[in-house]
């Protein structure tokens, strides 16, 4: 069953073919009081554990172009959720999300 808590999101940059990525490349958020929040709405009650809208706003200073893709591994009770990849294909937005 789902406990209907989510603790952290981790989210890490991989390098573009031929890019070169300095600096931090991953970064780990405490989510627990957002998502308790979110699981406390009837809104959560009728969609279950399926939410939208979560942004986790970056700021990249240098090249965005060395950047190839972001992963997005979200953490609850039970462990780490499948890792979430997406190219990066745009130099300010890249929308992480079920295919």
Known sequence: ???RTMTS????FQ???GGNISGTTSFTENV????????S???SQLAGSLFTGFDVPVT?????SAIGSVTVTLTNSLGNSQ???EPLTSANTCTAGSS
Do not use: D, K, M
């Open 1 to 3: 069953s789902n406990p």
């Open 15 to 17: 390098a573009a073919s």
């Open 32 to 39: 627990a009081s957002l998502f308790s929040q979110f699981y």
């Open 41 to 43: 709405t009837a809104q």
């Open 60 to 64: 990249i200073s240098g090249n965005i």
């Open 9 to 12: 999101v981790t989210v890490a």
């Open 83 to 85: 890792p979430f990849t």
